[in-house]
């Protein structure tokens, strides 16, 4: 019997920090509210990215509870704007300063609202309740979110860029093997495919003993290839699918493709959800030789910067509150100078909207290469190029030793039960182990290559400190 290909947590399911922090950064950045919104919520035919351990629906909620108070900020700015302008020419100085002081006053109180209204009150640790924010009256927003929430947990990932595993962080190693079939001495070898291989070492890999880890199995498309292919895209003016039947994962397993390829998903989480190390595993097996290849993607910490609502009181005590309305005045005549821009900006969304849609029914409908890829999660944008402490080094290393290992006995123990030479394979298994991964310091990199015809790719990291 195949394996349950289906997802399994354990040994206990929490909620995720991550999510948090994200919903935090859309309140402190009207920038990244913005990039949010336009890139998971306003699309009409791309697909949603995935994210571990992360639930994007409340983060895209909050993104719009953002951009609407950040809104009413610029509004109440741009008034005031007007007047100062009109207090100017007119030689009024009593008004341009009580102009000034109230334009400070409605960047203060809505920095305060989204420190203490939200951040330190929504959002910190215990008092996160995703499931009460409330929904978008807009139909088409709900049906967005809906197939947002359907692709967190899908077995498709359909990319848009050069690497597939959208959503899952920097490729931080890769190896490939090719080991041909000679049979052991005195032994007969005996046939099996590509399904055999996957549900032993599958069966072998289910107990990992670090972190929560999830195992499942996945599809991974790109974009610009599913045009007209309706076991991926249902129709040319629709969002791809988020689910495909299990039996078309295990049919592409035996009958490889180019362009649609089946993984399996090994994802370690760790540091409730700041820590996410995503493990992708693909055989081919042929009558002379079985193919191997593995790539190991890290989702390091959220920034620091927006992890601030674990550290925030309840209410301000005098100090915070003099350094918030400091803070206010410095950032005042920034905010002055963008209110204009925003509301600009905010007043044409419907009509830009509109046109990008227009445009891109023009691409589909024209048979121009359309990609229907998801973009970057905001999870891997805001993800800090630094492990932030030294303990999420060690794990990371530990994760990725840890499931190597296991994963490389299972393959010597299948091909050992099935009368294979594996001399050389387990001969090399040691480089693999000893030389795979490494970190040191803030260097996260690794390359190997075992077998014959095997490749190995390099993915370093050397991140610089934040300023």
Known sequence: MPPDNGTRVEPEQRSSDATRYLC??????????????????EQDFRAAPSSPDVDLVPVVLHALSARTRQLTRDVILIVLLIVMAWSLVSLHTTTVLVSIALAWAAVLGETLVAT????????????FHPARLPRPSNAKARRRLEQIEEFGRSNVSVYSEYVPFVGHGRTVEAWSAALALRPATGREAERFTTTDMHDFVLARMREIPVGTVEVSDRIYV??????????FLPGELSVPRAQVDPSLIRSLMSEPEDRARPYVSFQIK??????????????????????????????????????????????????????????SAAVLPIYLVRAPVALARALVSPLTAELRTARQRREIRGALRFNYGAPASPRETLSDP????????????????????RLLDAIIEFLEARGID??????????????????????????????????????TTRPTRKR
């Open 116 to 127: 203490y209204g939200v951040l330190a009150h929504d959002l910190r640790p215990g008092n």
């Open 270 to 327: 760790g540091w409730r959800g700041q820590l996410v190390l995503s493990t992708f595993l693909r055989f081919v097996v042929t009558s002379k030789e079985v193919f191997i290849e593995v790539s190991h993607s890290l989702l390091t910490p959220v920034r620091e910067e927006f992890q601030v609502v674990d550290q925030l009181l309840p209410q301000p005590n005098p100090r915070q509150a003099v350094t918030i309305a400091a803070k």
């Open 222 to 231: 790109d974009g610009r290839d599913i045009r007209g292919d309706r076991r």
């Open 422 to 459: 594996t001399s050389e394979f387990d001969e090399r298994k040691h480089t693999i182990e000893n030389n795979g991964l490494y970190v040191a310091g803030n260097l996260v990199a690794g390359s190997v290559a075992v077998g014959n015809r095997a490749r190995a790719t390099t993915r």
């Open 24 to 41: 935090a950064a859309v309140h402190l950045d009207s920038r990244i509210a913005d990039q949010v919104i336009n890139d998971l919520l």
């Open 386 to 405: 630094n492990f932030q402490r030294y303990f999420q080094k060690l794990d990371t290393s530990h994760y990725v030793k840890v499931l190597e290992k």
